[in-house]
């Protein structure tokens, strides 16, 4: 009897802790479309993922909202050659999910080329079963 304990103990120190539940994975798909629309400068799902209230803060200050950032992104005023979200997680409190990752990307913004890395929270909303971002904020990340 000891054996198997000791053996049931084993098995459950060694499963990952960074399992993702349900919900977890469903915000982390549509995190995943809103990053491949801003990269395919796709407006209809740009506007699909987004709310018509959203504030979208830049690392700058500047803030847009659905209509000037899906604007912005299918103009190539913002244009992202490529587009890398990292070291994320992922926050769920009810029908709210808080989203920080690290984006890091090549653009030509204006035919402008450019790199940004930059730390962001995303913040989502469920609404009629559906996770739509609600609000988003960038920040400069210290070089230490």
Known sequence: MKKIFSVIIIVVCA????????TEKQVAEVVEQLRIAM???DSATLH???LPSLSYGHSSGHIDNQ????QKIVS?????VTLEFANQ?????????????RLNAKTNDSGMPGEVHLG?????????????????????????
């Open 39 to 41: 990269l395919n400068a």
């Open 48 to 50: 699909n993922l987004t």
């Open 15 to 22: 499963m990952p802790t960074n399992a993702q539940t349900k």
């Open 67 to 70: 209509e000037s950032f899906v």
């Open 89 to 101: 997680t992922i926050t769920i409190n009810k029908n709210v999910a808080m989203v920080r990752h």
């Open 76 to 80: 190539g005023k913002s244009d992202f």
């Open 120 to 144: 962001v929270l995303l913040i989502w909303q469920k609404l009629h079963g559906h996770w739509k971002l609600l609000a988003r904020q960038a920040f400069k990340i210290n070089k230490t």
